[in-house]
């Protein structure tokens, strides 16, 4: 390709995988100047999926070879013991770190990382940021790839570090979450964990742990699990087929509180009226969760709960449970993301929902920005909303993993042609969305968009065993936009995807 | 330009099928097979099929 060479310094916010590539595909475009990467976590970038799966269980006690990445690999594993002092801590997090970790290539070996600080403030026209830790960096380019985080649930209860109540989306989560498991793993009794939210990191998690011999229920007011993206049919095969592997779901209910220690003693006991005073100053931080008081979704926060115990097995949701109390000794909250833009307040962007770009992923200028501030802004990964002419006009944030290479390449192209001053056209950018979730047997991979489907046709297999191979097309106004497999055979994935290119190319 | 894949952390996703399919194949038992001497002029897909890989196996050795 016969970019420009380009100098100016390129500040890349965020050190993720968005960013990771954003700086190899910048040098790949003739970028020459210096690039930054500025990153909130104090880790050089890694890959985020196995931190609710292979990381997760990683050694852990009831992780058999399977349950780790790689079970034979004695060498790089000693020392991740059943010790719970800060040392083994480091050691661990060293060890994790270095199985996740991104390989850079030799194109960004003089990239600069600036990792631990967070970007707290933007000033696009003055081409400055500023950093949490005090300092100011000035760029000539600004790529946005600051991602999500998670999103917390604002009920009352026991917070914070040592409450029992995790997220999963840094491996410093995965670290926090796995020091819990491991302890509550030592008990007579199979820890009871609860997974808040039965999206595709909730099926994750809660199949993970479930092999770790952890006693699961995940919580999902929705309906079935994953049901907005896979539709009802298939959503439902797979709670079946997860329930028969013994999590137990409870959906159309949602979380109202948790209950703290002290409060119900270890869980068991059914709570007494006190035990429901759930604003008092008894729920500071410093406690630990012992129970998860769902109530019916249509009315979160609603009527004062009454205690009642919740039988063990499958249940459906409905007012009877109102009130009733879920004893937890872990709970994982995975009720979708936050994106990281705050940073960038006031610079005019509109930052409504991740940063609002355009097609070659350039950052749209607001009312109250000059377009030489705007134009040098690009976003990158799962914080950019870009619309995709493979399906339509409206500007979407995409949640994939494959979504931060895909949009790095042309964002990188976008940046170094103004700053060349030479605009390319390089034609629309539609990148097929794809993603896979391994769920303990199962293996889902998709391709499109099926959350936009209208329509949804099993194409094959029998929803009463997924295990043995389901494919389900999704359809919009007539028009296949997805394919979701389940455990197909990998072999059919370039015929599948194919398809959906061939159905939607059209679009473009 | 060589391609090796370690197979202690592949498990078979095929990204790497998709993104680089001149280098890489699943077979018919769902396994990966790849070629382990592309030709240079493939050092491209050899690069994207290395960034698809979820589970990160796959390293190019110059």
């Keep these: 390709m016969a970019h420009p060479s380009t100098a100016g310094h390129v500040v890349i916010a965020g050190a993720g995988l968005g960013g990771l590539r954003a700086a190899e595909q910048l040098r790949a475009a003739g970028h020459a100047g210096p690039l930054t990467v500025i990153g909130a976590e104090p880790h050089l970038p890694y890959n985020r999926p196995p931190l609710s799966k292979e990381l997760l269980a990683h050694e852990l006690p009831g992780a058999g070879p399977g349950g780790s990445a790689n079970g034979q690999d004695g060498n790089a594993q000693r020392g991740i013991g059943q010790r719970g002092n800060g040392e083994t801590a480091t050691a661990e997090l060293a060890v994790l770190h270095e199985r996740i970790a991104f390989r850079r290539r030799a194109s960004v070996a003089d990239v600069g990382f600036r990792l631990g600080t967070a970007i707290v403030a933007a000033d696009l026209d003055g081409r400055r940021l500023s950093l949490g830790d005090g300092a100011t960096v000035g760029f000539d380019g600004l790529v946005v790839a600051t991602g999500l985080r998670p999103r917390r649930l604002g009920v009352p209860g026991p917070a914070g570090p040592g409450s029992g109540r995790h997220v999963i989306r840094t491996l410093d989560d995965c670290l926090e979450l796995r020091a819990d498991l491991r302890a509550q793993l030592q008990s007579p009794r199979a820890p009871r964990v609860v997974v808040v939210g039965g999206g595709f990191v909730g099926c994750e998690v809660a199949c993970t742990v479930s092999a770790l011999g952890c006693d699961v229920t995940v919580i999902e007011p929705a309906g079935p699990p994953m049901l907005r993206v896979l539709g009802d049919e298939l959503a439902t095969a797979i709670q079946r087929h997860h329930e028969r592997a013994g999590i137990r779901f409870l959906t159309g209910v949602s979380v109202l509180a948790y209950t703290g220690l002290g409060h119900t003693g270890l869980g068991h006991a059914p709570l007494d009226h006190t035990a429901l005073d759930l604003t008092g100053p008894d729920h500071a931080r410093g406690r630990r969760v012992t129970g998860v008081v769902v109530g019916d979704s249509a009315e979160p926060g609603g009527t004062e709960p009454a205690a009642t115990d919740i039988p063990g097995g499958p249940i459906s949701g409905g007012p009877a449970l109102a009130g009733a109390v879920l004893p937890a000794d872990i709970v994982v909250e995975a009720v979708g993301s936050v994106p990281n833009t705050e940073w960038l307040a006031g610079t005019g962007l509109d930052i409504s929902d991740g940063v609002l770009v355009d097609n070659s992923l350039a950052a749209i200028p607001g009312t109250t920005s000059t377009a030489a501030g705007g134009t040098l802004v690009v976003a990158v990964g799962d914080v950019a909303r870009f619309p995709n002419p493979l399906f339509d006009d409206i500007p979407r944030r995409v949640e994939h993993w494959s979504m931060p290479t895909d949009t790095a390449r042309r964002a990188a192209a976008t940046l170094v042609g103004r700053l060349a001053g030479a605009v390319e056209d390089t034609g629309p950018f539609g990148p097929i969305p794809s993603f896979w979730s391994d769920q303990g047997e199962l293996r889902l991979q998709s391709f499109g968009s099926p959350a936009l489907a209208d329509d949804i046709r099993l194409a094959e297999g029998d929803p009463g065993e997924p295990r043995a191979g389901l494919l389900a097309e999704y359809y919009r106004g007539g028009r296949n936009v997805g394919s979701v497999a389940v455990n197909l055979p990998p072999s059919r994935q370039r015929e599948l995807r194919a398809a959906l290119a061939a159905a939607t190319a059209t679009a473009v | ?62």
Excluded: N
């Excluded at chain 2, 592949?10 to 790849?34: N, V």
């Excluded at chain 2, 002029?41 to 290395?50: G, N, P, Y």
């Design chain 2, 1 to 62: 330009m060589r391609i090796s894949v370690d197979f202690t952390i592949c498990a078979d996703h095929g990204q790497c099928a998709i993104a680089a399919p001149d280098i890489f194949r699943m077979d018919d038992e769902g396994h990966l097979a790849f070629a382990e001497y592309p030709d240079d002029a493939r050092r491209s897909e050899a690069e994207d099929a290395a960034d698809a890989c979820p589970e990160q196996a796959i390293t190019i050795i110059d």
